[in-house]
């Protein structure tokens, strides 16, 4: 039970101790890196940080990007606010009209002839018809 016994199983130390790495002042070890315990696991944390941001990147689209464009669609679609008459610019609130042409009026233009509509209810009325009503003909007159 010497002395130089219970020397030899610790680990060596260096002679003279080691600054930290990131120079803030303190001194650091060999198992981190030659930093300081603070600078170390601020090390840890940013590394850690960087891995989990390089998977994520290409994997997902950004939700900014997402929201920017459907920002833009409705900027173009609606054009004007939607609690307002088109004609007018008077504001309708919950007594609004929509048109078949996609635009809100007022009680006063909300009739197709008030607002001079672009819309064709004709051709629209005529197509329900036919998809409605079958043909009809007349026996008699292909028996003759």
Not at 103 to 122: M, V
Request: aromatic share 8%; proline share 6%; hydrophobic share 30%.
């Amino acid at each position: 039970m010497s002395s130089s016994d219970g020397m030899t199983s610790c680990p060596q130390q260096p002679d003279s101790p080691i600054f930290c790495a990131k120079g803030c002042g303190f001194y650091g070890t060999a198992s981190n890196k030659n930093m300081c315990s603070k600078c170390f696991k601020q090390f840890q944390k940013e590394s850690s940080a960087e891995e989990l941001k390089i998977p994520a990147k290409p994997q997902v689209p950004t939700l900014s990007s997402v929201l920017i464009s459907d920002a833009v669609n409705v900027v173009t679609n609606s054009g004007l606010k939607k609690n307002r008459c088109w004609c007018c610019n008077k504001r309708v609130g919950l007594i609004s009209y929509q048109c078949q042409c996609g635009s809100t009026f007022c009680s006063l233009h909300r009739y197709p002839e008030k607002h001079e509509c672009s819309f064709d209810f004709k051709t629209v009325g005529r197509a329900a018809i036919e998809k409605t009503n079958p043909i009809v003909k007349a026996d008699k007159l292909e028996r003759i």
